[in-house]
């Protein structure tokens, strides 16, 4: 580790700098509670608590940031949520902060060979953005289907299964909702907002039971019917003489009734079939006027959703647009990310040129964005070719040529940087790009030092 004093190399078990006397151990206990809290963070992981590790993994990095065993540790939990892009900034910084025998460089490499997987984490985010536009606008229906996809491309997506629950909760379609809940539960066991929509969800089934139990005393405590309580007793059975009468009496009134038929009833007949004829005319017009009438509402209705679907459609095209802004925007930070990664500042620097913090929504994007796009300056240009000339005399000529051509696009006149390129090409053998750059040496000032350097390397070369 390096002393907070002095900035000198120590050994991890060392009480005091041996450089300023620094006493360490202060160091050594914040350094045990940031473990202390990576441990709690690896069980709550272990079994599933994942939000309660994110709090506990970053205490951890509160008390030591140079902690990468937990914030490696705090990015795959990201990555089982399904927050990709947190996950791919844990590592990224964590990369940053210790380059060499990091396991985040594995972490990164895997995520970054599956295009598959980097075209998927792009269009969860973008379909989820557009789905919680969507619920705020009031457009429950739109949210609900692009939510449906995202869970389908991204199964883990805590945030995605909570926000569906939370709109078939506000339909009430609590039997949905408690289906979306379970499936993020089983993700993160314990997560805050799962449970409290769970409650919500019980609080609404019990109600429903109570009513129900309650319907059901009333009815055991309704009187019961007697069965037999319409039943009329059946008297003595007696024997009835029989008479002709009956009979004569029924054949008298068939041939009154046949008499006033023939009388009465035919000319009534005639003149109710003369009538119909017109009174089915009459029908046929209110009818057809009925028709014409629901016709007209017809295309009323079909014009008034017409300019309703116009109106979506503008809607949609609006937010499709506005979601590939922001899907380049994203691209250009990766990219620069990459650039930044691979030690090549400037080119991080420009690919996000144009672009300012605010234009980016989680706090995640913005700290990566300020990482990036931090301008060189004249300490960080020095910083560079002291790295360089370190590169080259470790025999790492390709490491040295990156960081010399980095500060020759920053200052194009430095001296020493250009007579380290010429080194560079010298060990290379590349005589003719080693004379150039000895040549620009005395081009910018052939009184100094490394003029006379320059000067001797071009005799060895024998020029």
Same mark, same amino acid.
């Given at each position: 580790?390096?002393?907070?004093?002095?900035?000198?190399?120590?050994?991890d078990d060392a009480e005091v700098c041996n450089f300023c006397?620094?006493?360490?151990?202060?160091?050594?206990?914040?350094? @045990? &509670?940031?473990?202390?809290?990576?441990? %709690?963070?690896?069980?709550?992981?272990?079994?599933?608590?994942?939000?309660?590790?994110?709090?506990?993994?970053?205490?951890?990095?509160?008390?030591?940031?140079?902690?990468?065993?937990? !914030?490696?540790?705090?990015?795959?939990?990201?990555?089982?949520?399904?927050?990709?892009?947190?996950?791919?900034?844990?590592?990224?910084?964590? @990369?940053?902060?210790?380059?060499?025998?990091?396991?985040?460089?594995?972490?990164?490499?895997? &995520?970054?060979?599956?295009?598959?997987? +980097?075209?998927?984490?792009?269009?969860? &985010?973008?379909? *989820?953005?557009?789905?919680?536009?969507?619920?705020?606008?009031?457009?429950?229906?739109?949210?609900? &289907?692009?939510?449906?996809?995202?869970?389908?491309?991204?199964?883990?997506?805590?945030?995605?299964?909570? +926000?569906?629950?939370?709109?078939?909760?506000?339909?009430?379609?609590? /039997?949905?909702?408690?289906?979306?809940?379970?499936?993020?539960?089983?993700?993160?066991?314990?997560?805050?907002?799962?449970?409290?929509? %769970?409650?919500? =969800?019980?609080?609404?089934?019990?109600?429903?039971?109570?009513?129900?139990?309650?319907?059901?005393?009333?009815?055991?405590?309704?009187?019961?019917?007697?069965?037999?309580?319409?039943?009329?007793?059946?008297?003595?059975?007696?024997?009835?003489?029989?008479?002709? %009468?009956?009979? =004569?009496?029924?054949?008298?009134?068939?041939?009154?009734? +046949?008499?006033?038929?023939?009388?009465? =009833?035919?000319?009534?007949?005639?003149?109710?079939?003369?009538?119909?004829?017109?009174?089915?005319?009459?029908?046929?017009?209110?009818?057809?006027?009925?028709?014409?009438?629901?016709?007209?509402?017809?295309?009323?209705?079909?014009?008034?959703?017409?300019?309703?679907?116009?109106?979506?459609?503008?809607?949609?095209?609006?937010?499709?647009?506005?979601?590939?802004?922001?899907?380049? %925007?994203?691209?250009?930070?990766?990219?620069?990310?990459?650039?930044?990664?691979?030690?090549?500042?400037?080119?991080?620097?420009? $690919?996000?040129?144009?672009?300012?913090?605010?234009?980016?929504?989680?706090?995640?994007?913005?700290?990566?964005?300020?990482?990036?796009?931090?301008?060189?300056?004249?300490?960080?240009?020095?910083?560079?070719?002291?790295?360089?000339?370190?590169?080259?005399? $470790?025999?790492?000529?390709?490491? /040295?040529?990156?960081?010399? +051509?980095?500060?020759?696009?920053?200052?194009?006149?430095?001296?020493? /940087?250009?007579?380290?390129?010429? !080194?560079?090409?010298?060990?290379?053998?590349?005589?003719?790009?080693?004379?150039? *750059?000895?040549?620009?040496?005395?081009?910018?000032?052939?009184?100094?030092? !490394?003029?006379?350097? /320059?000067?001797?390397?071009?005799?060895?070369?024998?020029?």
């Amino acid at each position: 580790m390096k002393c907070p004093r002095c900035d000198a190399n120590i050994t991890d078990d060392a009480e005091v700098c041996n450089f300023c006397g620094q006493d360490l151990d202060m160091i050594h206990y914040v350094r @045990r &509670i940031s473990n202390a809290y990576y441990n %709690m963070g690896l069980e709550k992981a272990q079994v599933r608590d994942l939000s309660g590790a994110v709090l506990v993994l970053k205490k951890s990095l509160e008390f030591h940031k140079y902690n990468t065993s937990a !914030r490696n540790l705090l990015g795959l939990v990201y990555n089982e949520m399904g927050e990709t892009v947190a996950a791919l900034s844990e590592w990224v910084l964590s @990369r940053y902060l210790q380059p060499e025998h990091n396991r985040a460089e594995y972490y990164i490499n895997v &995520i970054q060979r599956n295009q598959t997987a +980097l075209d998927a984490v792009n269009q969860t &985010i973008k379909k *989820y953005n557009s789905a919680l536009s969507a619920a705020k606008g009031g457009n429950e229906d739109l949210a609900v &289907i692009q939510l449906k996809k995202v869970v389908s491309l991204n199964p883990k997506f805590v945030r995605a299964h909570q +926000l569906l629950a939370l709109l078939y909760m506000k339909s009430r379609d609590y /039997a949905k909702a408690a289906k979306c809940l379970k499936r993020a539960r089983r993700i993160d066991f314990n997560n805050t907002t799962t449970l409290r929509y %769970m409650q919500e =969800i019980g609080d609404k089934f019990g109600d429903s039971g109570r009513s129900r139990d309650n319907q059901a005393k009333v009815y055991k405590q309704q009187p019961k019917k007697d069965p037999l309580a319409n039943v009329q007793p059946v008297g003595a059975y007696k024997e009835e003489k029989r008479h002709w %009468m009956p009979a =004569i009496n029924v054949i008298i009134g068939i041939i009154i009734g +046949l008499v006033i038929s023939f009388v009465l =009833i035919r000319p009534t007949l005639l003149k109710s079939e003369t009538g119909s004829s017109s009174e089915n005319i009459a029908e046929s017009n209110q009818m057809l006027s009925v028709k014409e009438a629901e016709i007209s509402s017809l295309e009323q209705e079909r014009d008034s959703l017409k300019e309703k679907a116009d109106e979506l459609q503008k809607k949609l095209d609006k937010e499709k647009n506005a979601n590939s802004e922001k899907a380049e %925007m994203n691209q250009k930070l990766l990219l620069a990310v990459k650039y930044y990664t691979d030690g090549d500042r400037i080119m991080a620097a420009t $690919s996000v040129n144009g672009y300012s913090e605010g234009d980016f929504d989680t706090e995640e994007t913005k700290a990566l964005f300020k990482m990036v796009s931090k301008k060189l300056t004249a300490q960080d240009v020095k910083k560079l070719f002291e790295d360089g000339r370190a590169a080259f005399n $470790s025999g790492k000529y390709d490491d /040295a040529e990156k960081l010399l +051509l980095q500060v020759l696009s920053y200052d194009e006149k430095n001296q020493d /940087a250009l007579y380290f390129m010429g !080194r560079v090409y010298h060990q290379r053998g590349k005589k003719k790009k080693a004379q150039e *750059y000895y040549q620009k040496v005395l081009d910018v000032d052939d009184k100094t030092g !490394r003029a006379t350097e /320059a000067r001797t390397r071009m005799r060895q070369l024998g020029q």
